[in-house]
C-alpha cells in the first residue's frame, strides 16, 4: 500500500521561503513520477513540479520556474519541495502524488494513483 505524507506547510511572509516534505512508503523513485500540485478553493488542482523516473528530469510550472526546487533523497525515500521568494499568490494546500503518467500527461492529475493528506501554505505580510 502507497502512502504519503506530506509535511512543512506554514505561514510565512511575501520574500520568505519555506521546504515540504513528502515521505513516501510503499513507493519508490524507480517506480514512477512524483509531483507536487497545489489547490485553492477557487481552482482546480494545479501542477508544481515533478520528478521523473525515466532520467530523473525535473519539471516545473512556468509560475514557480526559478523560485522552486524539486529535490529527491533515494536514501530517506522523501521529496521535498524548495520554495523561495514566496509569493501571496502562492497560497495554497500542496499536495504530494505519485504516479506512472507518460511524459505527455505529466501535469495532469488525474493521472497520479496516489495523493498525500496535503499541506498549507499561506504568504501574508
Known amino acids: 500500500q502507497v502512502r504519503l505524507v506530506e509535511s512543512g506547510g506554514g505561514l510565512v511572509q511575501p520574500g520568505g521561503s519555506l521546504r515540504l516534505s513528502c515521505a513516501a512508503s510503499g513507493w519508490s523513485f524507480s517506480d514512477g513520477t512524483m509531483a507536487w500540485f497545489r489547490q485553492t478553493p477557487e481552482k482546480e488542482r494545479d501542477f508544481v513540479a515533478a520528478?521523473?523516473?525515466?532520467?530523473?528530469?525535473?519539471y516545473y510550472a512556468d509560475s514557480v520556474k526559478g523560485r522552486f526546487t524539486i529535490v529527491r533523497d533515494s536514501a530517506k525515500n522523501t521529496l521535498y519541495l524548495e520554495m523561495n521568494n514566496l509569493k501571496p499568490e502562492d497560497t495554497a494546500i500542496y499536495y504530494c502524488?505519485?504516479?506512472?503518467?507518460?511524459?505527455?500527461?505529466?501535469?495532469?492529475?488525474?493521472?497520479?494513483?496516489?495523493w498525500g493528506q496535503g499541506t498549507p501554505v499561506t504568504v501574508s505580510s
Open positions: 520528478f521523473r523516473r525515466n532520467g530523473g528530469n525535473t
Open positions: 502524488a505519485a504516479g506512472r503518467p507518460i511524459l505527455s500527461a505529466l501535469r495532469s492529475p488525474s493521472i497520479y494513483n496516489h
